[in-house]
């Protein structure tokens, strides 16, 4: 079982730095690929970054260099952090979880948090 809560959001003004994070109550965290979506009002679900179980990496063009997801298997969680925000990065953004199937596929995804709301005021 996974279960999966999001921290950090928050408003920031375009330029700053916010790090949100993840944790997972889970009992085989370390076995899971984890990501970060986001979504934003009247848009569809996109991958921002995502972390398979051996620790390789994937980021939104978007978001490359300027965003950074890492893991700690040991403490249960996902930290994203987030660096020169833009207003465009205003959304809710959403961890999940997957034990097999696309790294960017949302529908792949079988455990979501509740997400966390980013506002990045310009």
């Known amino acids: 079982q996974v279960q999966l809560v999001e921290s950090g959001g928050g408003l920031v003004q375009a330029g700053g730095s916010l790090r949100l994070s993840c944790a997972d109550s889970g009992r085989t965290f370390s076995r899971y690929n984890m990501a970060w979506f986001r979504q934003a009002p009247g848009k569809e679900r996109e991958l921002v970054a995502a972390i398979n179980w051996i620790g390789v990496i994937t980021y939104a063009d978007s978001v490359k260099g300027r965003f950074t997801i890492s893991r700690d298997n040991a403490k249960k969680t996902v930290p994203l952090q987030m660096n020169n925000l833009k207003p465009e990065d205003t959304a809710i953004y959403y961890c999940?979880?997957?034990?097999?199937?696309?790294?960017?596929?949302?529908?792949?995804?079988?455990?979501w948090g509740q997400g966390t709301q980013v506002t990045v005021s310009s």
């Open positions: 999940a979880a997957q034990s097999r199937g696309g790294i960017g596929v949302a529908r792949d995804y079988e455990y």
